[in-house]
C-alpha cells in the first residue's frame, strides 16, 4: 500500500507544477495577447537588428475580412527616433503594435525592420528585439523578482536593482516586508495599473531591445504616477527606437514625429509644432485636452 501511495504522491506533486505551470503558461498567453494564428514560414532566418530601423508599406490589416481596419498605412520610424499613434478611439493605433510585433500577419503591403519583412523572419528572433509596455500588463503568480527577471533570466540582482531604479519602481519594492521575494499576481499582492505598468517598463529595460513599443494606459492613472513613467521613458528612450500609443496629447509633445490615425488611415503626420501649424485634426484634438485640463 505504501509503494502505492508514494508514486501517488509524487504523482500529486507533478500534477500541481503541471497545473502551476499551465497557469503560468495561460498567463503567458494573455499576456502576449498571442492568437497563436501566425507560423513562422519553414526554414526561416533570424531578424538582423543593426539599426532598428522600421518601415511600415502600404499595410493593410482586417481582424476579420469583412471588416478592413488599416487601409495603406506607411510610415518610417529612424533608428533610435520616438514615433508616437494618436487618433479616436479605434483608429487602428494598438493594431499597428500588434502588427509589429506579429500578433497577426499583415494582410497587405510589408513591415520592414533593417530592410527585413518581419513576416520572413522567426517570431522568436523579431520578438527578442522589441520590447512591449503594454496598456495593462499581466503579472505572473511569482515573485516580483521572477517578474522582472523574466525580461532578461541572466539578468543579475544589480542589474535588476538598476533597472528598477530607472521604471521608479526600486522604492516600492524595497518597501515591501518580503522585498524582491513578495509574491504577486492574482494570487499575490495585488499592484495598481502604475505599479503594474512601471513592472513592464523595468522588463523592457532588462531586455535593452533594440525597439520598444510603449502602450499608454488608457486608464487615468494619478498624475505624480504618470510623470514618473513619463520621465522614466523619457530618460530610457533615446536609447530605443520607440513607437508610442499615445492617449494623452501631453505625453507626446516631444515626440520626433507624431502619426494621426483616423478610421484607418494616416490622415496626418509630423512634430507637434507642424502638426499644430496645420490646423487640422491634431490641433482639435490638442485644443479639446486643453480645454479637458483646465476643467
Ligand atoms: P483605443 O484608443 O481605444 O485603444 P485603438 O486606436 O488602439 O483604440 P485598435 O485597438 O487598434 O484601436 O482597434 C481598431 C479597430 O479594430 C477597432 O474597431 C476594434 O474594434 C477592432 N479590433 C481590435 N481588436 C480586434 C480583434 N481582436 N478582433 C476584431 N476586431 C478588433
Do not use: C
Not at 113 to 129: C, F, N
Amino acid at each position: 500500500m505504501l509503494q502505492l501511495f508514494l508514486p501517488l504522491g509524487a504523482l500529486g506533486i507533478v500534477y500541481r507544477q503541471v497545473k502551476y505551470t499551465l497557469a503560468d503558461m495561460d498567463m503567458v498567453f494573455r499576456l502576449l495577447e498571442t492568437p497563436q494564428e501566425v507560423q513562422d514560414r519553414p526554414g526561416v532566418g533570424e531578424l538582423q537588428v543593426t539599426q532598428g530601423e522600421i518601415r511600415f508599406e502600404d499595410v493593410n490589416f482586417a481582424y476579420q475580412p469583412e471588416r478592413p481596419i488599416l487601409q495603406g498605412v506607411s510610415f518610417s520610424v529612424p533608428a533610435g527616433a520616438k514615433l508616437a499613434v494618436v487618433g479616436h478611439s479605434g483608429a487602428g493605433k494598438s493594431t499597428l503594435s500588434r502588427l509589429l510585433y506579429r500578433f497577426y500577419d499583415v494582410t497587405g503591403g510589408r513591415i520592414l525592420i533593417d530592410g527585413q519583412d518581419i513576416a520572413g523572419v522567426s517570431q522568436a528572433s523579431l520578438r527578442k528585439a522589441i520590447g512591449i509596455v503594454p496598456q495593462d500588463t499581466v503579472l505572473f503568480n511569482d515573485s516580483i523578482r521572477y517578474n522582472l527577471q523574466y525580461g532578461n533570466p541572466q539578468a543579475t540582482q544589480a542589474e535588476l536593482e538598476k533597472a528598477a531604479d530607472m521604471a521608479h519602481i526600486r522604492r516600492f519594492i524595497d518597501s515591501l516586508p518580503d522585498g524582491w521575494d513578495t509574491m504577486v499576481g492574482e494570487r499575490g499582492l495585488k499592484l495598481s495599473g502604475g505599479e503594474k505598468q512601471r513592472v513592464a517598463i523595468a522588463r523592457a529595460i532588462l531586455k535593452k531591445p533594440p525597439i520598444l513599443i510603449f502602450d499608454e494606459a488608457t486608464s487615468s492613472l494619478d498624475s505624480a504616477t504618470e510623470q514618473a513613467i513619463q520621465q522614466t521613458l523619457h530618460e530610457v528612450a533615446g536609447r530605443y527606437t520607440t513607437l508610442m500609443i499615445a492617449h494623452r496629447l501631453s505625453t507626446i509633445v516631444d515626440a520626433d514625429r507624431i502619426l494621426v490615425m483616423d478610421g484607418g488611415k494616416v490622415v496626418e503626420q509630423g512634430t507637434h509644432a507642424e502638426l499644430l501649424a496645420l490646423r487640422g485634426q491634431y490641433q482639435r484634438m490638442w485644443e479639446l485636452q486643453l480645454r479637458d485640463d483646465t476643467r
